[in-house]
């Protein structure tokens, strides 16, 4: 059974269409990065998947529960991180998590205890008695997040965990969406930081206001833009040009300075023919690399084309 | 599992916690039913000590004649009795106004903070949700309001010039009126308050909007005065069935607005 299951859904706002026929399936413990601009209607589908809004039209399973008929059993199966923490500024960091805790019906004595754990996880216990109003943002931030997961849910939608804290606090909440990878936990994670994506996630999808692209990272970048090497050699890269090009296997070459680029349809199998035809024909090799895309290069890509 | 009465003691609760914690909301929650029942006391005090004259009964003639209990006083009793008629018309401000303030801050607020939605992200039914907070607001005005009336019948009867003074003050209507029209001008308030929150962003704009309120007070006021109006049993209850009325359609209209799709979507 899927973790989520979305089948062709929708939603119009006035005439306005935010999610068009939206289809995915998830694994249980999919980390999946869920991309695209402001405005594409990431937090739409969110919002949609976390029984908060109704869909026009399409349906959905959330952690096995029906979208639209068992609402308020998908809202007590998943954890939510909105795009705000929105804490209670004038509670403390305890009193706000163990009121979130019993609305997610946990018990009195079972919301102390989870509190204290994620505060303690989180690095928050020497603070739990202080008023959320004094908190850093990368403190509420964490707070939002341990909001999140007291009632220990299987699937956790995070909305830009990270965005607008220091580096540190980041690298923080970054390593605790590894350790709840790490449990198996499936994540729905809609940020603009698209290294994070690359470094956290299992699948990503480019997303506006349709899905562009559904993939790994890594199969990503090559139905975009094809494997290759760059090869840097000690002198001018155009010279090696015409004999490269002139081997079976090589689907593009371009030269820049000295930086030989080659697209190549399997470079595992294809690396050791290219070089020996370079070292052959003299050719002054410094090193070989595989070539590299950024997701960010996919993203653009992708954007640009939708 | 948490049963539907302990979440809406639960958003109860965490009203009040946040409450306490804003003590200047927390003092003017608290100085405004106590203004509204000392200046009432303070006028009818003062009243006695007012020189009377016949033209002010002159004056007074259309009032005297359709409030039967005003007959046959003395002017310093008259003086007393109608400075106790303004004060007491004055009181039921209260249960309008404690509320607003109240739930300015518990909807409007939440509103600005940005906090409703992990609420409503939780399992949280609305109207769960609704019924506590509304009953965070609506539940101490009343009993605030019916203590200060407690505490102004008390009063009243105190500096009264005699107990006929007293009882034209305290009248069957006017007991009627707090003890019937309290909760239900609250409930109207929250009410209101939660269709001004779909539309403001600030608790103070709120409460400016729930002033327009106080208008048919002052008919209260100005009727008793005029003589167009006696406050007895029978008004008592045609204000309360009326109330109750509109009661049930602002709070129809408020339920309408308070759901997780309207909060999210259409609320600015």
Redesign the interface.
Known sequence: MHAIEIEQLTRV?DGRTAVENLSLQLAPGTVFGFLGPNGAGKTTTV?ML?A???PTSGSATVAGHQLGRED??I??AVG?L?E?P??????SAR?NLV??G??????AARAAQQTERYLRMLGLWERRDD?VGGFSKGMRQKL?IA?ALLHEPSIIFLDEPTAGLDPEAAKIVRDFVRELRAEGRTIFLTTHNLSEADELCDLIGVFRTRLLRLNTAAKLRAELFGQGTQVQLAEDATRWRELVAALPFAQGVSAQGHTLTVQLAAPDQQNPALIQALCAAGAPICYVEPLKYSLEDVYLQLIGDG | ??STM??TL?IFQ?EW??LR??RGLLLSALFLPALLTLLPVVMITGARFLPQQQQDLDELGGLIAANTTLQGMSLPELGQAVAGLIGSSIFTLTPLLLPSILAAYSIVGEKA?????????????TWELLLGKSLASIAPSVVITWGCAVFFAIAVRTVALSPRVAQAIISPGWVALIVLCTPLMALITTAGMIIISSRVNDPRTAQQYSAVGVLPLMLLVFGQLGGLLVLNVGVALLAALALALLAALVTWLAVQLFQ??VI??RWR
């Open positions: 706002f919002r976390t908060l809004i109704a308020t059993q809202r007590a939510v909105t705000t929105g804490m209670y500024d004038r509670l009193q009121f979130f019993r609305l997610y019906d946990l018990s008023i939002a909001r | 599992m948490v302990q979440k639960l965490k916690l946040e914690q804003q903070n940005r906090t409703l939605e992990p609420i409503l992200a939780s399992p949280i039914k997780r799709e999210l979507t």
